[in-house]
């Protein structure tokens, strides 16, 4: 039985404390916490939803999701991942936190490793523990998810059951290249460990850098099995509709799991996620210009405060600034929090070695990024004086 002191929070519940905040303050909290962005979905999502409704589009679909959908999501992984999946080497799930849950859940059992590199986004390491999973190995990375290859491989050992890559990643807008892929792929082969690939950001990828999926990998599609959603690219968090594609015994496996689970993802909402498929490139091209500009807009603003240490995201939507005074990031949070009126997830959350850092996103609304920007500036000025 797991302790609720030991798993680690998810960023979504500091929403608890900001409301107190607020409501003592008489202020608005500027969130830099959700990790969610603040675009509008395409233009026809809700005609799309409601269309759906009335089309009678009301009941269970099959378990995997509705094959409409898997095919239309076979096109789209070929164009943006190229790799070709069969539909039923598709599964449809309520989010993507629900695949990687459905992915863990089939895969381990107890006394298997699974390697999660640091920092993580929370979940990872959460859904395991929830599972009664015990051995968790933190494998530290370089700053911007940099994978150092020895250390590593040095983690790996025969319980090694799956690692966990998530790029572009949260939370330091790292993006892993080809070549660490590879390196990846090719001790899966070797030492027979799965991949969770977690691409929910693959859109988000600025200054030449590309994303690419351990699947599209020579030898990589048979180890890998890759996450997305219709939630961080789409800005369809709400409708929560992820999905998962992998070879086909453990997509089968996740299908079971989902039976017995949630069923299946809400029907509707699915048929709403296949029409945007239909048209989805100039909208896509949109949000990740949008994104660019925010992200140069908070580069500019944590330049000019020197006490932080901040690299240059290269994709998603978050950056992970480092305090060089060393103030733990619990306390960091707390006083950003209640001084400065700005909500950040401390560094703690996110694994071993980043309890200085915490993650701002980024994709919020210009004129609340600006003020976020000017407050942060202000509070770290009046610490230093
Ligand atoms: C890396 C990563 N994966 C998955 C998710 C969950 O997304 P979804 O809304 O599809 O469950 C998030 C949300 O914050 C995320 O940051």
């Known amino acids: 039985m797991w302790s609720k002191k030991d798993i680690p929070i998810s960023p979504v519940s500091i929403t608890d404390m900001v409301r107190l905040v607020e409501r003592r303050d008489n202020v608005k909290v500027i969130r830099f916490d959700l990790a969610e962005p603040c675009f509008d979905?395409?233009?026809?999502?809700?005609?799309?939803?409601?269309?759906?409704v009335?089309?009678?589009?009301?009941?269970?679909?099959?378990?995997?999701?509705?094959?409409?959908?898997?095919?239309?999501?076979?096109?789209?992984?070929?164009?943006?991942?190229?790799?070709?999946?069969?539909?039923?080497?598709?599964?449809?799930?309520?989010?993507?936190?629900?695949?990687s849950y459905c992915v863990f859940a089939s895969l381990l059992k107890p006394g298997d490793e699974v390697i999660l590199l640091t920092p993580f986004w929370s979940s990872f390491k959460a859904i395991p523990m929830l599972l009664g999973i015990k051995n968790i190995r933190e494998v530290l990375t370089d700053p911007l998810y940099k994978i150092n290859h020895e250390r590593f491989q040095n983690a790996v050992t025969r319980k090694t059951k799956l690692v966990v890559l998530n790029t572009p990643n949260n939370p330091t807008g790292g993006v892993l290249d080809k070549s660490d892929l590879?390196?990846?792929?090719?001790?899966?082969?070797?030492?027979?460990?799965?991949?969770?690939?977690?691409?929910?950001?693959?859109?988000y990828t600025y200054d030449g850098h590309v994303h690419y999926s351990p699947a599209a990998i020579s030898n990589g599609f048979e180890k890998t099995i890759l996450t997305d959603s219709f939630s961080k690219v789409f800005s369809m968090?709400?409708?929560?509709?992820?999905?998962?594609?992998?070879?086909?015994?453990?997509?089968?496996?996740?299908?079971?799991?989902?039976?017995?689970?949630v069923t299946a993802p809400v029907t509707f909402a699915q048929k709403?996620?296949?029409?945007?498929?239909?048209?989805?490139?100039?909208?896509?091209?949109?949000?990740?210009?949008?994104?660019?500009?925010?992200?140069?807009?908070?580069?500019?603003?944590?330049k000019k405060i020197s006490r932080l240490e901040t690299p240059v995201p290269q994709g998603a939507f978050y950056i992970f600034p480092r305090d060089r005074c060393k103030l733990n990031s619990e306390t960091l949070a707390m006083e950003l929090l209640n001084k400065a009126h700005v909500a950040v997830s401390p560094g703690t959350i996110f694994g071993e070695g980043s309890e200085y850092n915490f993650r701002i996103c980024y994709a919020l609304p210009d004129e609340d990024?600006?003020?976020?920007?000017?407050?942060?500036?202000?509070?770290?000025?009046s610490a230093s004086t």
């Open 41 to 52: 979905p395409p233009e026809n999502a809700v005609n799309f939803t409601c269309k759906a």
């Open 54 to 99: 009335l089309e009678g589009y009301n009941r269970y679909s099959p378990t995997k999701g509705l094959l409409e959908l898997r095919e239309g999501l076979k096109l789209f992984l070929e164009e943006t991942r190229g790799v070709s999946y069969n539909p039923e080497e598709i599964i449809v799930t309520p989010g993507s936190k629900f695949s």
């Open 182 to 203: 590879k390196f990846i792929v090719d001790l899966a082969v070797e030492k027979g460990f799965y991949i969770l690939s977690d691409e929910v950001d693959w859109a």
């Open 237 to 261: 968090t709400g409708w929560r509709v992820g999905f998962a594609a992998g070879p086909r015994n453990i997509i089968d496996r996740m299908n079971i799991v989902q039976q017995h689970t």
């Open 272 to 302: 709403a996620c296949l029409d945007i498929l239909s048209e989805y490139k100039e909208y896509v091209k949109t949000v990740v210009g949008l994104a660019l500009r925010k992200r140069n807009t908070i580069i500019e603003g944590l």
């Open 369 to 381: 990024l600006k003020e976020g920007v000017e407050r942060l500036q202000a509070f770290f000025e």
